[in-house]
């Protein structure tokens, strides 16, 4: 069982930088894959980054390469996503998600626990 807690979100100008953080309970976070997830009103949940459990992987969507980076660090239970040069379709709400037995799920039903999520709102 692992319970997570995501933090780092806010009002940010367009432009600007956010680092969202998920906290993870468990001493076996370290075998879980973690994924970052967004979601808009009125649109579906859409993943953007993920992380293998040892960190060597990651995957990122198209609207993610080159702004967002996801790492991990398992001796302190924690995962980061920096999202840089933020954009007005950025705002969402980002939720952090882990998967027990898949090394880098792009599916949101392959995730197994999920955070409560962190709003983040871009100004232009």
């Known amino acids: 069982q692992v319970q997570l807690g995501e933090s780092g979100g806010g009002l940010v100008q367009a432009g600007g930088s956010l680092r969202l953080s998920c906290a993870a309970s468990?001493?076996?976070?370290?075998?879980?894959?973690v994924g970052w997830f967004r979601q808009a009103p009125g649109k579906e949940r859409e993943l953007v980054a993920a992380i293998s459990p040892s960190g060597i992987h990651t995957y990122y969507s198209d609207s993610a390469k080159g702004r967002f980076t996801i790492s991990r660090d398992n001796t302190k239970n924690t995962v980061s996503l920096q999202i840089d040069s933020l954009r007005p379709d950025d705002t969402a709400t980002y939720y952090c998600a882990a998967s027990r037995n898949y090394v880098l799920p792009t599916s949101t039903d392959l995730y197994d626990f999920w955070g409560q999520g962190t709003q983040v709102t871009v100004s232009s």
């Open positions: 468990g001493r076996t976070f370290s075998t879980y894959a």
